[in-house]
């Protein structure tokens, strides 16, 4: 049987704007995987070997960042944390620590904010903060020596 010409334009426009959502979908769920990846990647290289792979520490040497302000509130300073490091003692949710954190002086700016999304995601408290491309430049040249 052969279906009236404008039936069969109402079904090619309607499977060919399947074709084109899912696309759009998949390639949208692929990049924000994607970034969220080669974030996990730097934390993995850079961050892991002290805070761990879950980010709970390692008991009096290295304190946990599970619930760090620099994911939340003190976002905009913790660029200048990463490249900085810490020197002198802090104060985190589980008691105080005055062991020094190195600086990492290798990441670029792309890094810094993909592994600053990762941390955002996976430990902050997700009420919207996030470092941009924009926001970044500022908040590094505002690092105290
Ligand atoms: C060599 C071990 C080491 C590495 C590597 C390291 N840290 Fe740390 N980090 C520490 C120590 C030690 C402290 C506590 C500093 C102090 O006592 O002054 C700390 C503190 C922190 C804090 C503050 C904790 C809080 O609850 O507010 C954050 C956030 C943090 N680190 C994030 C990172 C990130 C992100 C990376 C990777 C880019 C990283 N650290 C790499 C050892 C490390």
């Known amino acids: 049987m052969k279906l009236p010409r ?3 334009l109402v079904i090619g426009s309607v499977a060919a704007l399947i ?6 979908t998949l390639f949208l769920l692929n990049r924000a995987d994607y970034r969220s990846h080669e ?11 002290c805070h761990q792979e879950d980010g709970a520490g390692l ?7 599970l619930n760090s302000p620099y994911f ?3 976002l905009n300073e913790l660029p200048c944390l990463i490249t900085r490091g810490i020197r002198g003692s802090i104060m985190v949710s589980d008691g105080s620590y005055n062991i020094l954190m190195p600086p990492i002086t290798t990441l670029d700016d792309q ?7 990762y941390l955002v995601q996976r430990w902050g408290n997700s009420h919207g903060f996030s470092i941009s491309a924009d926001s970044l430049p500022t908040s590094l040249t505002q ?3």
């Open 72 to 74: 939340a509130e003190q």
């Open 6 to 8: 404008n039936k069969r």
């Open 59 to 65: 008991g009096d040497l290295y304190p946990s960042i």
């Open 39 to 49: 974030g996990q990647a730097i934390y993995l290289e850079h961050c892991g070997q």
């Open 19 to 24: 074709v084109l959502l899912t696309t759009a």
């Open 143 to 145: 690092c105290t020596p």
């Open 111 to 117: 890094q810094i904010i993909l592994l600053s999304d």
